[in-house]
């Protein structure tokens, strides 16, 4: 962008009149703010882009119909779901990110819901869907998926997080983007059966303590919940956002598992057993268990704790506009309950400030948080920190370090830090 001294836009300068243009599709409201660079329609040169007959004018535009199912506009096809090609061998076992960076509001559209399989997403239809229950129960059921759908339903808004997410971020910053470094994180609308109803079905047996929940893909995904946790709000859900599960998500039926690690929330969902103690699977004990500094693990490390993030700018959101208002923005979201307030430190820490909630609070889904500023102009150490319904603190990397140690790859909820230069661009770096 071409820039004077002061910041503001050189007379007549495309970006000048692009931005003019803008302002007046918003009503003009930002031109009288003093902090943006646009001027009074009267000041300005004629915009062609104002003045003359357009392109899009001359012709008519597509029928109802073209896209029977629609689709993002071509202009907006950089905004997808990405995977880092070295950190799997794979991609049948592997995982790709949502692109937190470019998303707004709370809601996570369904195609850009982050992917992690351990073999592959299959594709099972409805009709052969089965869903046993067996184990310490009066009676083993089997359901079909048009016997979930006569469950009294619910609809419920949650984030789903991989306990591997930031997990490459341990030892020091490792990747270049927040799409990266905290996109394994998607925040639907479920809609769904309880699985307090389903067991009431066949009756759980008073020693019935765990629930073992096993997937259909060939990985047979298979961990323990604890039941207190699978009566108190675990759901099976078929729907996301309104609309049947995307295959990818487990259709036709996935478990929600409110605020605990996204690997409990067992896609393609095909078996519940009900018994006295946990099964220790693989997924619950080689992995997604923490190992300490002194060698020591810790184990069922299933809730998720409070975390927050800038999604911008970050380092695929530089900021492009020059000094003056900025909107710092970013997502925030617990396990344990709501997210209550967030700070913002544009100088790494020395001063925190109090960023604007917008868009529902819910309990364990994804808040949206915005810092407005008038930016100097000069280099800042950008950090968010969370702070949730029970007065937990996102804890800064040292402090998360002192107690957790270096052999971690879950759980990594620490602050990031994105340093922003003079000339906009932000960078991956760690002060503490
Ligand atoms: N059946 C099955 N369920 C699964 C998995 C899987 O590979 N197979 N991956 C788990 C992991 S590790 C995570 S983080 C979440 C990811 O859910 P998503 O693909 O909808 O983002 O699903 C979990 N459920
Ligand atoms: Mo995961």
């Known amino acids: 962008m071409t820039e004077s001294p002061d910041g503001r836009a050189k007379p007549h300068s495309t970006d000048r009149r692009r931005f003019l243009t803008r302002s007046l599709a918003t009503g003009g409201a930002l031109a009288t703010a003093g902090l943006v660079p646009a001027r009074a329609i009267s000041q300005t040169a004629p915009d062609p882009l104002i003045t003359e007959v357009q392109p899009w004018a001359q012709y008519l535009g597509d029928g109802v119909d073209v896209y029977p199912y629609g689709m993002p506009i071509e202009f907006e096809s950089d905004v997808i779901r990405r995977n880092v090609p070295w950190l799997t061998a794979e991609t049948a076992s592997s995982i790709n990110f949502t692109p937190i960076h470019q998303l707004d509001g709370i809601i996570t559209p369904n195609g850009l819901c982050f992917e992690r399989h351990h073999a592959g997403s299959i594709e099972l239809a409805k009709e052969d869907y089965r869903l046993m229950i067996n184990g310490l129960v009066d009676q083993p059921l089997v359901f079909t998926y048009a016997d979930l759908e006569r469950f009294p339903r619910e609809n419920r808004i949650y984030f789903l997080e991989c306990a591997a997410n930031s997990g490459m971020e341990w030892a020091g910053p490792q990747l270049n983007g927040a799409q990266f470094t905290h996109g394994m994180i998607h925040n639907v609308m ?13 009756g759980v047996k008073t020693e019935g303590k765990w629930l073992l929940a096993e997937g259909a893909d060939a990985s047979a995904m298979t961990r323990s919940v604890p039941m207190d946790k699978a009566l108190e709000d675990c759901m099976v859900a078929f729907k996301m956002n309104g609309e049947a599960l995307r295959k990818e998500q487990g259709y036709p039926a996935r478990l929600v598992v409110p605020g605990w690690e996204g690997n409990m929330w067992v896609k393609w969902l095909r078996r519940l057993e009900v018994g006295d103690q946990p099964w220790e699977q693989r997924e619950e004990t080689s992995k997604y268990t923490d190992t300490l500094e002194d060698g020591r693990s810790r184990k069922w490390t299933w809730v998720m704790d409070a975390k927050s993030v800038i999604t911008s700018p970050s380092p695929q959101m530089p900021i492009r506009h020059g000094k003056g208002r900025l ?17 913002v430190t544009t100088d790494g820490g020395v001063n925190w400030h109090q960023a604007r909630l917008s868009g529902p609070s819910l309990d364990k889904s994804m808040h949206r948080f915005y810092y407005e500023m008038d930016w100097d102009g000069r280099p800042m150490l950008l950090q968010s920190r969370a702070v949730d319904s029970t007065g937990y603190v996102q804890p800064t990397k040292d402090v998360l370090r002192k107690f957790r140690g270096l052999n971690s790859i879950y759980h990594n909820n620490g602050i990031q830090t994105w340093a922003i230069s003079a000339d906009g661009e932000a960078e991956n770096v760690e002060i503490s």
Request: net charge negative; proline share 0%.
């Open 190 to 202: 479920y809609t769904g059966v309880m699985v307090k109803d389903l067991l009431a079905e066949a």
């Open 327 to 343: 909107v710092i923005t970013g997502v925030a979201w617990s396990g344990r309950g709501t997210v209550s307030e967030v700070h």
